[in-house]
């Protein structure tokens, strides 16, 4: 998945299974997905705007440094936020003590503010 297209893609394809996640009541999986979801959606404007394949990091904010996007700031704080759920998540201890914190109240907002913050951001790639 080297070309603009495929990031954008598997953007898509990680923002429809954090929807499915949300259904099923995974809540915390619904984070995972939308922090996905930016992560290749920022790595698609990389992709475009140097032609290269974007660095194998997922550091949110850093990924938007180096897609050369400033962000309003509340979208800098989502997405700082975000941005440290990929690591959260992969590890048996935190992903109980995230998931006391999840409810569906929190997913359904992140599932929000990770949809307006994709829209904006693909609308940089056209």
């Known amino acids: 998945m080297s070309g603009v297209e495929g990031w954008i893609e598997q953007a898509k394809y990680d923002f429809d299974t954090a929807s499915a996640m949300f259904d099923s009541g995974r809540y915390l999986y619904v984070v995972f997905c939308c922090q996905q979801a930016i992560e290749k959606t920022l790595k698609a404007i990389i992709a475009k705007k140097s032609g290269a394949f974007p660095p194998k990091i997922h550091n949110l904010p850093r990924l938007a440094e180096l897609a050369g996007i400033v962000m309003e700031p509340q979208h800098a704080s989502f997405v700082g936020e ?12 935190e992903i109980e003590m995230l998931g006391r914190d999840m409810d569906i109240t929190t997913a359904q907002e992140i599932v ?3 949809q307006e913050v994709m829209q904006w951001l693909f609308s940089l790639i056209k």
């Open 82 to 93: 975000l941005s440290g759920y990929y690591v959260q998540t992969r590890y048996p201890e």
């Open 112 to 114: 929000h503010k990770t």
